[in-house]
T-cell receptor
Framework: GENVEQHPSTLSVQEGDSAVIKCTYSDSASNYFPWYKQELGKGPQLIIDIRSNVGEKKDQRIAVTLNKTAKHFSLHITETQPEDSAVYFCAANQAGTALIFGKGTTLSVSS | NAGVTQTPKFRILKIGQSMTLQCTQDMNHNYMYWYRQDPGMGLKLIYYSVGAGITDKGEVPNGYNVSRSTTEDFPLRLELAAPSQTSVYFC?????????????FGDGTRLSIL
């Protein structure tokens, strides 16, 4: 079955810096890669997703890149702000199968 | 728009007690899911449902039961609570799974078993 590894587990940056979180997956059949943001006391919220027919997707300060050959995908946050502080989860699956989550990255943005 | 609503938000149980975690969604989603989240471990799928009357096991189903009598509701039942079931439980829903529609999560139920 699918296995998703996420790194780093914690990340501290200064406000305005960029943050990058990386995930690798094991099943080459996986074709959907969402990223979730979880704030304290809340449930995960989808912030961006990418499908395997696309190499990169951007939404304002957030971007995700996918390398199918190497089986890894990354979340890039530019111009970080204190409100970006949260736990971020990557996930992967193929249609009709369970979404498999990474273990999460705690991002801290200090002002 | 309520989205996915979970109740209760917090609960403390004694070992051996039973309880039902409630989940309801108002988005007319066919698929519903229950996850547990343990510190540093991400989310693990307990059970899921593809529609009313249909449920199936996920990765960690032992000690839990579910039912799906309506499209909106997907309760999770703990029959004999054990300390290993101390966790945060999240319910989620999606329109379908076959086209990888995004999952929408509730805000969780924090359960402690002492």
């Amino acid at each position: 079955g699918e296995n998703v590894e996420q790194h780093p587990s914690t990340l501290s940056v200064q406000e305005g810096d960029s943050a990058v979180i990386k995930c690798t997956y094991s099943d080459s059949a996986s074709n959907y890669f969402p990223w979730y943001k979880q704030e304290l006391g809340k449930g995960p919220q989808l912030i961006i997703d990418i499908r395997s027919n696309v190499g990169e997707k951007k939404d304002q300060r957030i971007a995700v890149t996918l390398n199918k050959t190497a089986k890894h995908f990354s979340l890039h946050i530019t111009e970080t702000q204190p409100e970006d502080s949260a736990v971020y989860f990557c996930a992967a699956n193929q249609a009709g199968t369970a979404l498999i989550f990474g273990k999460g990255t705690t991002l801290s943005v200090s002002s | 728009n309520a989205g996915v609503t979970q109740t209760p938000k917090f609960r403390i149980l004694k070992i051996g007690q039973s309880m039902t975690l409630q989940c309801t969604q108002d988005m007319n989603h066919n698929y519903m899911y229950w996850y547990r989240q343990d510190p540093g471990m991400g989310l693990k799928l307990i059970y899921y449902s593809v529609g009313a009357g249909i449920t199936d096991k996920g990765e960690v189903p032992n000690g839990y039961n579910v039912s799906r009598s309506t499209t909106e509701d997907f309760p999770l039942r703990l029959e004999l609570a054990a300390p290993s079931q101390t966790s945060v439980y999240f319910c989620a829903s999606s329109y379908d799974r076959n086209s990888n529609q995004p999952q929408h999560f509730g805000d969780g139920t924090r359960l402690s078993i002492l």
